[in-house]
């Protein structure tokens, strides 16, 4: 008896184990990186030692990428190239060393404002995972908040956290989203972006006026249809 008293305890805290993984959230996860890559918190927390030696490693792969091309690294053209571009490439994926904790920095702020918050046209770029080429464009987002505003420059400093890291834009717009959801708690989120992509310009079909456009929306933005129209004609003002 004493033997199945043990298993069934075991088990409740097991199931209790799994609720409580469950309800961890998807958008600021325990270390407040947001959607971490394996590495992430490695580069995030190297020293200034480490930061060399994966600057030198980088610099060495662009160097082998270079003669890979059929290019010679060595001519005068080329001699900092692989540097420049390593520093370059750091940059482009610098959302990588970047914590939504630390982005947020408090600013949420009580406020008991019933009307919707936009903030538009914010430039945005990033590299598209599947062909480490740029993707570039705008993005729109808004909010209703919930007795609780944000400091608006901080939703400009959250979507250039997320762009820059090897993205798609679907997930670019969803994890905006979400973490506007998690840090807020609004009743809901509104967010439209609008891009070029280089992979669909400078190869494949080739198409360079084509502009791609995602969104997603939550709460009232998603149950209310007038007031997701009104969003969708105040971004295009």
Do not use: W
Not at 41 to 67: F, P, S
Not at 137 to 152: D, E, F, Q, S
């Amino acid at each position: 008896m004493v033997s199945n008293s043990s298993n069934s305890i075991e088990v409740n805290n097991n199931k209790k184990q799994k609720i409580s993984n469950s309800m961890e959230s998807n958008a600021v996860d325990k270390y407040g990186l947001c959607f971490p890559a394996a590495g992430t918190l490695k580069r995030k927390n190297e020293t200034d030692e480490e930061k060399e030696i994966r600057l030198k490693q980088l610099t060495g792969a662009v160097t082998t990428i270079l003669e890979c091309l059929g290019e010679d690294p060595n001519r005068e053209g080329l001699l900092k190239t692989p540097e420049r571009y390593a520093k370059a490439l750091l940059f482009f994926t610098e959302g990588y060393e970047k914590d939504i904790n630390e982005v947020v920095n408090n600013a949420v702020f009580e406020e008991d404002h019933n009307g919707m918050v936009i903030v538009k046209d914010i430039e945005i770029f990033s590299l598209c995972e599947h062909h480490l080429v740029p993707f570039s464009g705008k993005i729109h987002i808004a909010y209703m908040p919930n007795k609780k505003v944000i400091g608006l420059s901080k939703i400009a400093r959250i979507t250039e956290m997320i762009s820059r890291r090897l993205q798609i834009q679907e997930r670019i717009t969803k994890q905006v989203s979400d973490v506007l959801e998690e840090v807020l708690q609004p009743k809901g989120v509104a967010v439209v972006m609008e891009s070029s992509h280089f992979c669909m310009v400078m190869r494949g079909v080739q198409k360079t006026q084509s502009c791609t456009v995602t969104s997603h929306t939550t709460g009232v933005f998603k149950d209310d249809i007038r007031l997701k129209e009104e969003f969708l004609s105040l971004i295009k003002h």
